[in-house]
């Protein structure tokens, strides 16, 4: 808390309120509205919750205006060239970057957990082959709620075994919905490889013959894991902590992170850009389809453009946009239409009034979804991939607020726009 306040006329005009401001160690205040219904009966209004501050956290800082990311203040483009995605997930988990023992240590215990129990495979099986995966991973991730019943939430014994289970087993869970759709046996982790490997190795091999992971795939997956991981309070992510604020079985609750994610306005965009562009096709169709998007009557909009934070740039686009060039070079991909148009869409679309007025610049799904289609992830699997690497983000917001001091479940309320209060007509007189 400060000793500041925010000065609030009252509604009757009389003598100011002061709200007193929440500070945190970067970024703006907030006004502490708690208890403005009970001194002065009126709520906040904030459909999308743009200017509302739902928790205080420790781990994602975001500022929009300048492109800044930051995990536990360590900034994304050092992580993105310096580190590795198991080592940003046990600086998400722990808050500190962990020396080499630590670092082994939740190697190892990640390693030794990425196979579920088989009777889960059944479940599988329950999907039509052409059921989308995120459906699938949802339900799938939901059942582990079944599996592990009874996680003591306050225990942090309990806490660290879900975090590790689920950082674990989301990669092969992940694969198995892609081999279910394929009609193709399911294949099992391997512990000789890293996180990215085994899970490149569990799309794409097949029992029939032997397999060799490209590291240069597995290096690009284990960066845009990274870039992926956190990021703040977003939807799916505010979707984790309300859902876990009831008390309700974690896994339970990263299945309704999950079902967000799925969301075309959110994670879903990375698949939606690939749809887009398929549809523009060409250089010569781009004005049409950039008038589309500026058009109100048009529900077209251009997918991976735009961000309710970012209104300068996304820094994990920049990244991710250089990333583009080096992935597709080294896996021999150098005839890229569909890269060569995502440029050109990106170049008109930055010249244009309406998008430079809005502050709408390429976010990160903008260029994902070539690099995992250079990598031959079926776009379907687009936001499966977006699932498992936000995990790790999902799980440390869920952890800070079940050690938080005060949690409290989350029940907004609302302005009543409905029918007044009337008597019940009998159906005779209506
Ligand atoms: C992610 O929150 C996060 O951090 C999310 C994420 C994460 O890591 O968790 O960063 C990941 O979800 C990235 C966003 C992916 N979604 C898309 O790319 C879908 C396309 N983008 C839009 O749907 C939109 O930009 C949102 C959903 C991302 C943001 O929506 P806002 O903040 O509610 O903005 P808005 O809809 O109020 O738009 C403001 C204006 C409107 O025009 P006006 O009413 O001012 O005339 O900008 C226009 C919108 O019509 N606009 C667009 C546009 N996005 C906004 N116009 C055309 N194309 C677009 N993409």
New binding site residues.
Partial sequence: MSDKTFKLHNLDGSTISELPLVEGSMGPPAVDVRKIFADQGVFTYDP?F?ATVSCSSDITF?NGQEGVLLYRGYPIEQLAEKSNYMEVCYLLLNGELPNPTELEGFVDSITNHTMFNESLLRFYNGFHHDAHPMAMLSGVVGCLSAFYPGVDMHNAHDQMVFAHRIIAKIPSMAAACYKHSLGQPFVYPQNHLDYSSNLLNMFFSVPAEPYEVDPIAAEAMDLLFIL?AD??Q????STVRLAGSSGTNPYAAIAAGISA?WG????G?NE??LSMLAEIGSVENIDKYVAK??D?NDPF??????????KNF?P?ATIIRKMCYKVLENLGQVDTPLFDLALKLEEVALKDE??IK?G?YP????YSGIIYKALGIPTSMFTVMFAIA?TVGWVANWTEMMNAPSRRIGRPRQVYTGAVKRDYVGIDKR
């Fill in positions: 999308g743009g975001i992926h990021h703040e977003n939807c799916s992510t994610l075309p306005s959110h994670g965009a939606a850009v998007a500026k109100k909009r251009l997918m991976g453009f735009g961000h309710r934070v970012y996304d994990r309406y998008f809005r709408l976010n990160v799904d903008f936000r």
